[in-house]
T-cell receptor, first 115, second 116 residues
Framework: DSGVTQTPKHLITATGQRVTLRCSPRSGDLSVYWYQQSLDQGLQFLIQYYNGEERAKGNILERFSAQQFPDLHSELNLSSLELGDSALYFC??????????????FGAGSRLTVL | AQSVAQPEDQVNVAEGNPLTVKCTYSVSGNPYLFWYVQYPNRGLQFLLKYITGDNLVKGSYGFEAEFNKSQTSFHLKKPSALVSDSALYFCAVRDLASGGSYIPTFGRGTSLIVHP
């Protein structure tokens, strides 16, 4: 167990629907990252939060949004789902966000299937 | 932007033989490099990192990586492969994102298959 908890583990839904993925970071970590893993795109950075504030944005679609709550858990909201959104979504956490070589601790992922 | 490339989609090696998983990088300035491993149905796990200093970095599970500045490479190595080492291996480089945060950018991954 890495200490990063993601729910749900698996999710099957239909096109056009909206889902929410949840992540609890490792105890003591203030920074949360979301990544999307698919066969054709590899591991793509989506967005990062630090202590409740958005810090960095990657290849995140406008249909996707995220937030980090005061208790530091984070949610990734995916709306108007398309077939191409089917992927494994990882949450990771780290202590900080500065220039040091921050090591990320990953959760087990949420596998989303859009039918 | 900083980037890494993993030129091999798959590496096959016999158990007991040495293994190498290749990674090359492209950065401006000093590179901060990482290796992570992903076992089936699991998240990525950190193996080792290079910041500065010794070109040979030792990590978890008997893995090590060799930093080579002239060849801009950071290859992952292990002297004697185990069947249990079979997994997906990712090389990553620290990149500066908008907003001032440092984000790891990952390669596409290399599938390592160790045959008994």
């Amino acid at each position: 167990d890495s200490g990063v908890t993601q729910t749900p583990k698996h999710l099957i839904t239909a096109t056009g629907q909206r889902v929410t993925l949840r992540c609890s970071p490792r105890s003591g970590d203030l920074s949360v990252y979301w990544y999307q893993q698919s066969l054709d795109q590899g591991l793509q950075f989506l967005i990062q939060y630090y202590n409740g504030e958005e810090r960095a944005k990657g290849n995140i679609l406008e249909r996707f949004s995220a937030q980090q709550f005061p208790d530091l858990h984070s949610e990734l909201n995916l709306s108007s789902l398309e077939l191409g959104d089917s992927a494994l979504y990882f949450c990771a956490s780290s202590v900080g966000t500065g220039p040091g070589a921050n090591v990320l601790t990953f959760g087990a992922g949420s596998r989303l299937t859009v039918l | 932007a900083q980037s890494v490339a993993q030129p091999e989609d798959q590496v096959n090696v016999a158990e007991g033989n040495p293994l190498t998983v290749k990674c090359t990088y492209s950065v401006s300035g000093n590179p901060y490099l990482f290796w992570y491993v992903q076992y089936p149905n699991r998240g990525l796990q950190f193996l080792l990192k290079y910041i500065t200093g010794d070109n040979l970095v030792k990590g978890s599970y008997g893995f090590e990586a060799e930093f080579n500045k002239s060849q801009t490479s950071f290859h992952l190595k292990k002297p004697s492969a185990l069947v249990s080492d079979s997994a997906l291996y990712f090389c990553a480089v620290r990149d500066l994102a908008s907003g001032g945060s440092y984000i790891p950018t990952f390669g596409r991954g290399t599938s390592l298959i160790v045959h008994p």
